[in-house]
C-alpha cells in the first residue's frame, strides 16, 4: 500500500473568474465595429493577466485568426493550441536565435529595425509582418527606412503601425493615419493594420484589413464610444479570513490609517498588494457582500485586506464577497490604469 497523503487541498481564499463568454462576445462586438475589417486579439501578458491559453481557444472559437504576443516566449506557449502562422510576435528578433526560432516554428517576427529585417533575411526570411513608427516613438522603422532595398525583398503579411493617442481625440491620430497609409502604399502588404481597442472607434479610416484590439476584449472601455458595447470579464471574489467588532477609535491595519468613527464590525480578507491588489486601494476600493457595499478600510497589507461590514451584518468568516472591478470605475477609482488593474493580479488567484 502507497502511504496516504494528506487529503486534496481546496482552492485558493481568492478566485479570479474569467467569463469568457464575455471574452467572445467582446471579439464579436469589435469584430462588427472594426467594419470590413476582422478584429485580431492581443494575447500578450498572459492575455493582459486573464490567462493567454484559455484566451486564445475561447477567441479561436469565436472566429479569431490572428494573435499578437510580444515576446518569443508567448507564441512558444501558444504552439500547441493555434496555427503557428496566425501569431505575430511585435518585439520582433533581437538574435538571430530568435530569429532562427522563429523561421523554424512558423511564427510570423514583426519587423521592427533594418538591423531585424537583415536578420530575419540572414535566417532565410519568409512571411513576416512590419511595424512602422508614425509617431509613436517606441518600435517601429521610421518612414524614411522603407525605402531601403532590403525592404523590397520582403515577403510582408501585416503592415502595421500604432497609435499614440487613440484613446482621446487628438489631431495626432490623423497624422499617424497618413502615414500609416503612405507606408502601406509603399510597402504593399497583403494586409494592413492600425487600430488597438480604443482606434476601432476612431472609424473606417483607421481600420485597413485587420484591427488588433486587447484592452477591450478583456472588458476595458478606452473610449466611452465602448460603454454599452463591452462586458465585464474578469471578476475578483476573496474569502473572509476573519471577523471581528472593534470600538470607536481603534485603527485598521499598518499605520492605523483607518479609525473607526464609532463602534465597527469589520472583517479581514485574503487579498492584497501580493495579488495585485495594490495599496492605492487603501481607504478606497470596494467590496461587495449579494450587491451590499463593504469599503476597504485601513491600509492594504501584502495578504490581506480590512473591509467594513456594517451593510451586511449577515457575513461570516468563511464567507465569499466580490471586488468592485468594473474597470473603467476602478481605474478611476484607483488611480491604476485599466490596463494595470488587469495585467497586475498576481499568481495565487484560483482561475
Ligand atoms: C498591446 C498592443 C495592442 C493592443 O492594444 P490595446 O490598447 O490593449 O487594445 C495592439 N497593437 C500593438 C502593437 C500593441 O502593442
Redesign the pocket.
Known amino acids: 500500500m502507497p502511504p496516504e497523503g494528506p487529503p486534496k487541498l481546496p482552492a485558493a481564499p481568492l478566485r479570479l473568474i474569467v467569463d469568457h463568454d464575455a471574452l467572445a462576445a467582446n471579439w464579436h462586438t469589435l469584430d462588427r465595429l472594426s467594419g470590413t475589417a476582422r478584429a485580431g486579439a492581443?494575447v500578450?501578458a498572459n492575455g493582459?493577466g486573464l490567462g493567454a491559453r484559455a484566451a486564445v481557444r475561447t477567441l479561436g472559437n469565436a472566429g479569431c485568426r490572428d494573435f499578437?504576443v510580444?515576446h518569443w516566449q508567448e507564441a512558444e506557449a501558444l504552439l500547441d493550441l493555434v496555427d503557428p502562422a496566425s501569431i505575430s510576435v511585435?518585439h520582433g528578433p533581437a538574435t538571430s536565435d530568435e530569429a532562427r526560432w522563429a523561421k523554424a516554428a512558423g511564427v510570423r517576427p514583426a519587423l521592427n529595425s533594418l538591423d531585424q529585417v537583415a536578420r530575419w533575411q540572414s535566417v532565410g526570411g519568409g512571411p513576416c509582418d512590419i511595424?512602422v513608427d508614425t509617431g509613436i516613438n517606441r518600435l517601429g522603422l521610421a518612414l524614411s527606412d522603407l525605402s531601403d532595398p532590403a525592404i523590397a525583398a520582403l515577403d510582408i503579411d501585416i503592415a502595421?503601425s500604432?497609435l499614440a493617442c487613440a484613446d482621446e481625440d487628438n489631431p495626432r491620430n490623423a497624422v499617424q493615419m497618413a502615414r500609416w497609409r503612405e507606408a502601406c502604399g509603399v510597402l504593399q502588404p497583403r494586409r494592413a493594420s492600425l487600430a488597438?481597442?480604443?482606434g476601432i472607434a476612431l472609424g473606417a479610416a483607421y481600420h485597413g484589413d485587420l484591427t488588433?484590439?486587447?484592452?477591450?476584449l478583456y472588458g476595458?472601455i478606452?473610449r466611452a464610444e465602448f460603454e454599452n458595447e463591452i462586458a465585464q470579464v474578469a471578476r475578483i471574489e476573496t474569502m473572509v479570513l476573519q471577523v471581528r467588532e472593534i470600538a470607536a477609535g481603534e485603527g485598521v491595519g499598518y499605520n492605523a490609517t483607518f479609525t473607526a468613527p464609532h463602534p465597527l464590525r469589520i472583517g479581514t480578507v485574503a487579498l492584497g498588494y501580493a495579488d495585485g491588489f495594490l495599496r492605492a486601494w487603501s481607504d478606497c476600493g470596494m467590496l461587495r457582500s449579494n450587491g451590499s457595499p463593504l469599503p476597504v478600510i485601513g491600509r492594504v497589507s501584502m495578504d490581506m485586506s480590512g473591509i467594513d461590514l456594517s451593510a451586511a451584518p449577515e457575513v461570516r468568516e468563511g464567507d465569499w464577497v466580490e471586488v468592485d472591478y468594473a474597470l473603467p470605475a476602478a481605474a478611476q477609482a484607483s488611480g491604476l490604469s485599466q490596463?494595470e488593474l488587469l495585467t497586475i493580479l498576481g499568481q495565487r488567484f484560483s482561475r
Request: net charge positive; hydrophobic share 45%; glycine share 10%.
Open positions: 492581443a500578450k493582459y499578437f510580444a511585435l511595424m502595421m500604432h488597438n481597442s480604443a488588433r484590439p486587447g484592452l477591450a476595458g478606452p490596463y
